[in-house]
């Protein structure tokens, strides 16, 4: 079973990597959008270390969103989910595999970007670290509950709305706890409380969402 998974995680972060827009697209959109919030909101470098990190973390939200859509749509044109349910390996263990090359591809790198434009902000590098701590442990809650939402959503017309209106609000504590986070380290309190509590919530979506997600591609495919 393990080999299998392996194979379905090689396999996928293989072809992720060759279809350079699913993973390009999300990227360049962060890049942009956090180049436009000090056009749009204000240019005082002390006022924008206050909001920028929180303008990080919505701008990672969306390219998250931007990013999963299609996630299942290749799979299901190609057969390949139709392999997966009748294969013995569970098929938890390979949605695992095929989320976290998910994970790694598209939104590994906004976290690898992140202290490149902390630093173009100017932010101190506890501050940096803090963000990119919570990133680390945000972005895989928001790549799992992001499929969650794909998978409920699978063939129906509109999918890209109805899936932003099931998944922005279970999103709303991660991106919560995730700006507490630096605004803690910001003003230099302990940054232990929200971020153990998001390392369980991280820990408890990786445990359950992926068993979640093949429930439902199971229902879905058997309509």
């Known amino acids: 079973m393990l080999k299998t998974a392996g194979f379905v995680f090689y396999t996928e972060l ?21 180049s436009l919030f000090p056009l749009a909101v204000t240019s005082d470098p002390i006022l924008l270390q206050k909001i920028i ?34 294969s013995q390996t569970p098929l938890t263990l390979l949605m695992f595999a095929k989320l976290s090359a998910q994970w790694l591809v598209t939104e590994l790198p906004l976290v690898i970007l992140t202290p490149l434009l902390g630093s173009l902000f100017h932010l101190p590098a506890s501050t940096i670290l ?57 003003v230099g309190f302990s940054i232990v409380g929200p971020l153990a509590f998001l390392a369980g919530l991280c820990l408890l979506t990786i445990t359950l969402l992926p068993w979640a997600i093949a429930a439902t591609l199971r229902v879905s495919m058997d309509e």
């Open 53 to 86: 990190p929180g303008c990080i973390w919505i701008a990672a939200l969306l390219a998250s969103l931007l990013s999963i859509q299609s996630l299942f749509s290749t799979d299901i044109e190609d057969g390949n989910l139709e392999q997966w349910l009748l």
């Open 130 to 186: 803090a963000l990119c701590c919570s990133l680390l442990l945000g972005t895989p809650i928001l790549t799992l509950l992001g499929s969650l939402g794909v998978a409920l959503t699978l063939g129906l017309r509109q999918q890209g709305v109805l899936l932003s209106l099931l998944i922005l609000p279970l999103v709303v504590p991660v991106l919560i706890f995730g700006v507490i986070i630096v605004q803690q380290s910001q």
């Open 14 to 34: 293989i072809l992720l990597l060759r279809r350079s827009h699913e993973w390009l697209y999300p990227l360049g959109f962060f890049i942009i959008v956090m």
